[in-house]
């Protein structure tokens, strides 16, 4: 049976302990979803917050404006949007999430993963985080995007280790901050947990996060994320007001 934990159980499961309000910075890569919003609401208590978010061809472009949009309810010190469009033309057929004539599906399949997304932006987003003198690099994965590699801890742990040996020198000379990468699946946390959050930080207006995978105005509500989406609304227990075009 399924059981909501405790806020203080979520806590336990987040990489800060005494640290001060705002003494730290964070890189968040922020897509506008549920994920990156409820974990930049809950990492707010306790960083300054540095947003990044990526064109790279999506079909999805609304979620840029929702990113914009909650960067400013964030109050994030800087929220950059990088461009790097040119990614769907190396992506070629590969997904449906940039490749036009391909359709999306309603249920995973590995046409919805993109090609090392997640490696893509965190590497740009670390890169930043060495420039910044920032320790913590987070995306929002969740344990239930198993599925998907570049979402889980190993991958995530592999990539830390590799982009701090590309800076060992700088570390080493002092010049540059070692690294985290850090996700809610590391803490094992679920989407709906993660919404459990974001919700109680954010209230009615987690509605307007963007979880769509279609180039609409409004969120179709029968694809893989839309789903997805709403089954965590279930499981948190939390009526859905979202406005999609299909119930």
């Not at 994030?76 to 033309?89: G, Q, V």
């Not at 993109?114 to 913590?136: H, T």
């Not at 995007?145 to 801890?153: E, G, L, S, V």
Request: hydrophobic share 40%.
């Amino acid at each position: 049976m399924w059981r909501r934990p405790s806020y203080n159980c979520i806590v336990k499961h987040f990489i800060w302990l005494t640290r001060s309000a705002f003494e730290l910075k964070a890189i968040i890569v922020f897509s506008g979803g549920i994920d990156s919003v409820c974990m930049a609401a809950y990492l707010k208590r306790r960083y300054d917050l540095y947003g990044i978010t990526f064109s790279y061809g999506q079909k999805a472009d609304q979620e840029l404006q929702t990113a914009r949009y909650f960067s400013r309810i964030l109050k994030f010190r800087e929220h950059k949007i990088i461009d790097i469009d040119f990614m769907k033309e190396l992506y070629q057929k590969t997904n449906a999430l940039t490749y036009s004539k391909m359709k999306i599906p309603s249920e995973f399949n590995y046409s919805i993963v993109v090609p090392i997304r997640n490696a893509v932006f965190l590497s740009i987003a670390s890169a930043w985080a060495f420039s910044k003198d920032a320790k913590l690099v987070a995306y929002g994965a969740h344990k239930d995007d198993q599925r998907y590699p570049d979402c889980r801890p190993r991958f995530s742990r592999l990539l830390t280790q590799a982009l701090n040996e590309g800076e060992i020198d700088g570390i080493r000379l002092g010049l540059r901050k070692k690294i985290t990468i850090w996700s809610p699946f590391m803490g094992n946390l679920s989407k709906s947990n993660l919404l459990n959050i974001g919700y109680k930080l954010l209230g009615d207006k987690i509605f307007k996060t963007w979880s769509c995978y279609s180039h609409s105005k409004i969120q179709c509500g029968k694809c893989e994320s839309c789903l997805n989406r709403k089954m965590a609304f279930s499981h948190a227990k939390i009526i859905d007001k979202t406005r999609y075009a299909s119930a």
